[in-house]
């Protein structure tokens, strides 16, 4: 049981470069989220999933966009990435019991130059 | 709007000693998260707090929810070294996600 893993763990990218982020969770969750942690301001939601084939917005959507084709993935894309999105970013993935906890995968350090 | 707002923001304190970190939140909840982060590291889950008045309990950290103050409090028992980190508590404002404090860095001093 792997929990949540994400791909990459680090990258780099040049200003307006594209690229995709995996999250891959083993748990049959059904909701899936994406979050960007920057210093001092804790996490914050980016995009969230509460089934395959559904995605909504969180906090601070703008300059991504996600999928979630099948229940144990769900990616995150910037088309076009800016300086301002250099962070780390978590996915998490949680199931609707009472409890709803999240579980939080390894994260990705992103550094846009 | 949904706040959540810890304080203090950086604590430093000696082993052996106690102190609580507060978390306040802005408007009606009744799930209230807590977890720990190290360094460099992922968040782990440390308590998972449902009603008013619900108490738990692991080793030196104890966490409760006053759902009537918009209060939680993260009690730290004769701290060891091994608790330093940060610390986050995260509300669901029953909207299916949730919303973070900015965390409490913690540091022990032997």
């Known amino acids: 049981n792997a929990g949540v893993t994400q791909t990459p763990k680090f990258r780099v990218l040049k200003t307006g470069q594209s690229m995709t982020l995996l999250c891959a969770q083993d748990m049959n969750h059904e909701y899936m989220y994406w979050y960007r942690q920057d210093p001092g301001m804790g996490l914050r939601l980016i995009h969230y999933?509460?089934?395959?084939?559904?995605?909504a917005k969180g906090e601070v959507p703008d300059g991504y966009n996600v999928s979630r084709l099948k229940k144990q993935n769900f990616l995150l894309g910037l088309e076009s990435a800016a300086p301002s999105q250099t962070s780390v970013y978590f996915c998490?993935?949680?199931?609707?019991?009472?409890?709803?906890?999240?579980?939080f995968g390894p994260g990705t350090r992103l550094t846009v130059t | 709007e949904l706040k959540v707002e810890q304080n203090p923001l950086f604590l430093s304190m000696q082993e052996g000693k106690n102190y609580t970190i507060y978390c306040n939140y802005s408007?009606?909840?009744?799930?209230l998260y807590w977890y720990r982060q190290d360094p460099g590291k992922s968040l782990e889950s440390l308590f998972v707090l449902l009603s008013n008045g619900a108490v738990k309990q692991e080793g030196r950290l104890m966490a409760s929810l006053d759902t009537k103050a918009r209060l939680s409090t993260l009690h730290i028992t004769a701290a060891v070294h091994d608790l330093s980190a940060t610390y986050f508590c995260?509300?669901?404002?029953?909207?299916?996600?949730?919303?973070f404090g900015t965390g409490t860095r913690l540091t022990i001093i032997p």
């Open positions: 408007t009606t909840s009744d799930r």
């Open positions: 998490a993935s949680s199931y609707p019991t009472t409890e709803y906890e999240q579980y």
């Open positions: 999933s509460v089934g395959e084939g559904t995605t």
């Open positions: 995260a509300v669901e404002f029953g909207n299916e996600k949730l919303t």
